[in-house]
């Protein structure tokens, strides 16, 4: 039997998106996704020894402090406890062996329960031949706390639809302080309004 501690893997991303957390050293590739509704779930990369025997979930209100440790088994995927809106907690993932011994824990993630922050400098850019586009920025040092934004159309401001949506990644360019985005749609209709909302698992901002 092998007597390494076992450890999660390096960092394959860093998308759970709420508040950000200290550099990572340790483990964890950790995305965020709705389960159904405002829960969160955390995923990571498994390990690769032969006596794996499964991971422990740490979460609790305070660093390196978890009041809650759950056995998630060897599945490397786990909803995170309920939280409340406007709290702050922390999460870290272990590995255990066979023998039932504990690897050390991964890098901690700091999750603050709330919605990202409002886009900003909404604008529609007009073209030639009938083109135009769309476009915001949004605080460089918020870009951690937004899973996607939502791009919504109306003709009359009452009745809305759903006009498409990017992620972060896809911003067209960016400055020490904004991400500037761009998206082009026809200018075909007599009147057309938008509005574009910034996401994450516990809410959108207008």
């Known amino acids: 039997m092998s007597s390494k501690a076992l450890l999660p ?6 998308t759970l998106a709420l508040a950000w957390f200290s550099a990572p050293c340790l483990p964890l590739a950790i995305s965020a996704q709705d389960i159904p ?17 499964g991971y422990k979930l740490h979460f609790g209100t305070s660093s390196r402090n978890y009041s809650v440790v759950l056995d998630i088994g060897p599945g490397t995927r786990a909803p995170l406890p309920p939280m409340i809106l406007g709290n702050t907690y922390y999460v870290a993932v ?21 919605p990202p922050a409002p886009v900003a400098g909404t604008g529609f850019a007009t073209g030639p ?3 135009g586009a769309l476009e915001w920025k949004y605080p460089a040092a918020a870009a951690g706390s ?18 498409g949506g990017i992620t972060p990644a896809e911003a067209i360019r960016s400055d020490a302080q904004w991400l500037y985005f761009r998206v082009p749609f026809p200018t075909g209709k007599p009147r057309q309004f938008f509005r574009v909302g910034a996401v994450n698992p516990f809410g959108e901002s207008e």
Request: glycine share 4%.
């Open 129 to 131: 031949a009938g083109q």
């Open 37 to 53: 509704a405002t829960a969160v779930s955390l995923s990571w990369t498994p390990n690769p020894e032969s006596n794996l025997a």
């Open 146 to 163: 937004v899973d996607r934004f939502t791009i919504q159309s109306s003709e009359d401001l009452k009745a809305w639809s759903a006009a």
């Open 94 to 114: 272990s590995a255990y062996d066979t023998d039932g011994r504990d690897g050390p824990l991964s890098a901690e993630l700091v999750v603050t329960a709330s």
């Open 9 to 14: 893997r390096s960092l394959r991303s860093t």
